[in-house]
């Protein structure tokens, strides 16, 4: 054979590579339409990848992309149900998904799949208080990292003020014109003060630290806001807001939720 027959014969067998990885793709997705593949189904995609010209890794790369792609549709509104988390528990057995992308995939959904149990008004989740005593009868519902911050002033700077210029009027009299006082400007910056655990249990919100720690009962609790990287909240007996700061997004979320459901179940 010679070159250009080789190369012809190779061009070939991608072409016929790409076609029946599209056709082995649509299969997938076409059993994987009311979130389950029967047994005839898999019988099936299993016979057509041995009857291919694909590889061992052609095939285990596909199931992957498709299997992440599922996953990432089921946590686009931030929330797995129970019926969604029973689908992609069965196409990791079924799709026979390494344990590193099952892995990945429990790390995407496991805050998501909690906040539906939450919403569903399911129990809400007990746990160890780290660094906290428990009242009589008190029951930890969440326990994370956090870092306890403040608003304070980080500078201070002098800023404007001038001299002037004297004019003479007449003799003796004479008006300063252009003078300016000046004045001490402060700006302020969020300060971290203490590290350590944000708790919340059935009767209060505590943050245990290092340096510092805040303990806010439930009914004086004034307002809650949610943010990115944390939330803060009022409180009847307390002139500033408590800022906890929660080294991961989705746990200000979930802090909000457990709290709303506190006090609503009052």
């Known amino acids: 054979m010679g070159i250009f027959d080789k190369l012809k014969s190779s061009f070939s067998t991608g072409k016929l590579k790409e076609e029946q990885i599209e056709r082995l793709r649509e299969s997938i997705w076409n059993a994987l339409s009311d979130g389950q593949i029967t047994d005839q189904e898999l019988q099936y995609l299993n016979s057509f990848y041995l009857g291919s010209e694909l590889s061992q890794e052609d095939f285990d790369k596909l199931r992957t992309e498709i299997f992440m792609q599922v996953v990432q549709q089921a946590i686009a509104d931030r929330r797995v149900h129970q019926g969604e988390l029973k689908s992609i ?142 939330l803060n909240y009022s409180v009847t007996t307390r002139q500033k807001p408590v800022i906890i700061k929660l080294p991961v997004s989705e746990e200000a979320e979930l802090c909000a939720l457990v709290i709303t459901r506190l006090i609503n179940d009052q």
């Open 89 to 230: 528990n069965h196409l990791v057995d079924r799709l026979e998904i390494s344990p590193d992308i099952k892995a990945w995939a429990e790390r995407q959904i496991q805050y998501y799949s909690l906040f539906a149990l939450i919403e569903s008004g399911a129990p809400l989740p007990e746990g160890t208080a780290a660094g906290l005593i428990l009242q009589k009868g008190e029951v930890c519902h969440l326990s994370l990292p956090a870092i306890l911050v403040e608003e304070r002033v980080v500078s201070r700077n002098y800023q404007g003020g001038s001299r002037g210029v004297n004019l003479r009027l007449i003799k003796g009299v004479s008006f300063r014109v252009g003078q300016q006082r000046g004045q001490m400007v402060s700006q302020s910056g969020i300060v971290p003060i203490s590290e350590g655990y944000f708790v919340i249990t059935s009767k209060r919100l505590v943050f245990s630290g290092d340096r510092k720690s805040v303990t806010t009962p439930l009914d004086k609790l004034v307002d809650l806001h949610v943010f990115s990287d944390g």
